[in-house]
């Protein structure tokens, strides 16, 4: 079983046993004036009586504060007080009375309970208590008067008043005294720290600087002659529109070139800080920043030369495709030759190293595309052949030339494609490369018996393409970086069976159509690479009934 927390204790321990006394030293007080009423004179009884035993009961009630003191707990006594006050002031007669001193009571509880609230509610509940008292001696008339009683009514709560003024001004001494502490401990802080505090106005005037300053802004000069003069001329702006904005949004980072030493630069952070008395002030923290300056600079330089040496290969490569092709073209062509044997009979010996030159550069020859065709997109050097074509036919095209491949395998192949023309605008060669690549895939990963599926269709206003197969999958950490070149997932095995290629090269040709390329997986089950590209042909509008159709001026080719 747990049990609530107990309300924070809002005084220190001392006031509160000094406030538990009080408490008690007046409940004391009032019992034995009550007792000892007849040595001044007075019979105590009747409303009277009532009236003296209500003064009693909140000095019982402040014994209670001894085991736990909390806002809680002074607001419900600070109640009670005011309204045992308004009580003792309506049975005795109020400022006129026996009891007159006990009407100001409340005011010397609350000074007692502490904090200006309690002040203020003791005030209200006197005043109460005074109108109170005025009414009931108006409506009542004049009770049974006994001086003696009081006058020391009025002493003992002129008594209680000196004790809370007293206790008052010393819990006011502490606090001041330990905000001072707070203050002390803050400066130390701040002048011991190797950074530059800086305190300025709205108008961004230094009026305070601690800490450690950097050499090239003195805090002499920052004092004198202010923060902005101690910029460089061209940062002036922006460091008036940070203070402007620090103002408007809390906080603000810049980085400015001092006045004094042009070759350095300095983090600045501004900060709004509101007073306790009102003030906007902006607090400005300093640090020499030159050293990861120089290093950010000497990273973009070293980012921009290695950029522009990748530029440099890849323009390198593009530029070298006739050189390549041309040589490896014609070692395949011989070989096809001495492969038919179209000038004659062979050994079968050369016939077998005929046709393995030939698949060899067959093969290399599809390498050596695949890396110029991916340098020309890294060197912004391939342009699109755009024109009007029915997908379905590229895509059937890619199929076949595939076919016999999945075959030879055992892999079934088939394709879902739309029973109309699915019309696009896109670049043919390009739309059937990456079908090529990713039936190839598919096939090449998939066991015998399994499956590859070629799904076209127009969705969501977007051409999509899906090759999914039912191979050995991808695993979720390989996912991250195919795609990108030279890339391959799986084991060693899978990976010598390709370059990894193919798949950067879809994704690029994708991504210059305007589209994206997605893949999902899961190891084991399969893969589905899937395609959204925004080539859709536009449907041209019928011209309208009983009238010609109307061109726009800029498509006309007569004017």
């Not at 003024?165 to 400066?187: I, N, P, Q, Y």
């Not at 006739?322 to 001495?338: K, Q, W």
Request: hydrophobic share 45%.
């Amino acid at each position: 079983m747990t049990t609530a927390p107990a309300t924070p204790s809002i005084r220190p321990p001392d006031d509160q046993s000094t406030l538990v006394a009080w408490h008690g030293g007046w409940a004391v007080a009032t019992t034995l004036l009550a007792l000892g009423s007849s040595i001044l004179g007075a019979r105590i009884g009747g409303p009277l009586a009532f009236a003296m035993i209500a003064m009693i009961l909140p000095g019982l009630a402040g014994l209670a504060l001894k085991g736990r003191d909390g806002v809680a707990e002074r607001g419900l006594l600070m109640g009670f007080w005011s309204l045992m006050a308004v009580a003792s002031s309506a049975l005795s007669g109020g400022l006129t009375g026996s009891l007159t001193g006990f009407v100001f009571m409340p005011v010397a509880a609350g000074l007692m309970l502490g904090g200006k609230r309690f002040a203020q509610a003791g005030a209200l509940g006197c005043a109460l208590a005074t109108v109170v008292g005025l009414v009931s001696l108006i409506m009542a008339g004049t009770g049974p008067v006994f001086p003696g009683l009081a006058a020391v009514s009025a002493v003992l709560t002129a008594g209680a008043m000196a004790i809370a003024v007293s206790v008052a001004w010393r819990l006011r001494d502490m606090k001041v005294a330990e905000a001072d502490a707070r203050t002390r401990r803050t400066l130390d802080v701040l002048k011991s720290q190797p950074a530059l505090t800086l305190v300025l106005d709205p108008s961004g005037r230094v009026t305070n600087a601690y800490g450690k300053a950097p050499t090239a802004l003195p805090v002499a000069a920052l004092l004198s002659d202010g923060l902005v003069a101690a910029v460089h001329a061209p940062d002036r702006p922006e460091l008036l529109s940070a203070i402007e904005k620090a103002l408007a949004f809390g906080t603000r980072n810049l980085t400015i070139t001092p006045r004094l030493a042009l070759d350095r630069r300095i983090d600045l952070t501004l900060r709004r800080v509101d007073d306790s008395d009102g003030r906007v002030r902006i607090l400005g923290l300093a640090i020499d920043a030159t050293a990861s300056h120089a290093r950010e600079l000497g990273l973009e330089a070293a980012r921009a030369e290695a950029e522009a040496q990748n530029a440099g290969k890849s323009r390198f490569l593009a530029n070298m495709s006739h050189e390549l092709r041309t040589p490896l073209n014609a070692v395949i062509g011989f070989s096809d030759i001495m492969r038919q044997r179209i000038f004659g009979p062979l050994p079968d010996r050369y016939a077998d190293y005929a046709t393995s030159i030939h698949e060899a550069g067959g093969h290399l020859l599809d390498l050596i595309n695949d890396v110029l065709d991916v340098s020309k997109i890294e060197a912004e050097r391939y342009e699109l052949s755009l024109e009007r074509f029915d997908a379905r036919d590229v895509i059937s095209s890619a199929i076949a030339l595939v076919r016999l491949q999945a075959t030879e395998k055992g892999v079934a192949l088939s394709g879902m494609m739309p029973g109309g023309p699915l019309m696009i605008h896109a670049d043919r060669r390009a739309l059937k490369q990456i079908t090529l690549n990713l039936l190839s895939n598919a096939i090449k990963f998939t066991q015998a018996g399994g499956s590859v599926t070629v799904t076209l269709e127009a969705h969501d206003g977007l051409l999509e393409l899906i090759v999914a197969d039912t191979g050995v999958g991808i695993a979720a950490e390989d996912l991250r970086r195919l795609g990108r070149p030279f890339e391959q997932a799986g084991g060693v095995d899978q990976r010598s069976q390709g370059t990894g290629l193919g798949l950067s090269l879809v994704r690029a040709l994708a991504e210059l159509h305007g589209g994206r390329m997605t893949i999902d997986s899961t190891l084991g089950e399969g893969a589905a690479v899937t395609l959204r590209l925004p080539v859709l042909a536009k449907v041209p509008q019928p011209p309208p009934e009983g009238g010609a159709e109307i061109i726009p001026l800029h498509a006309r080719t007569d004017v």
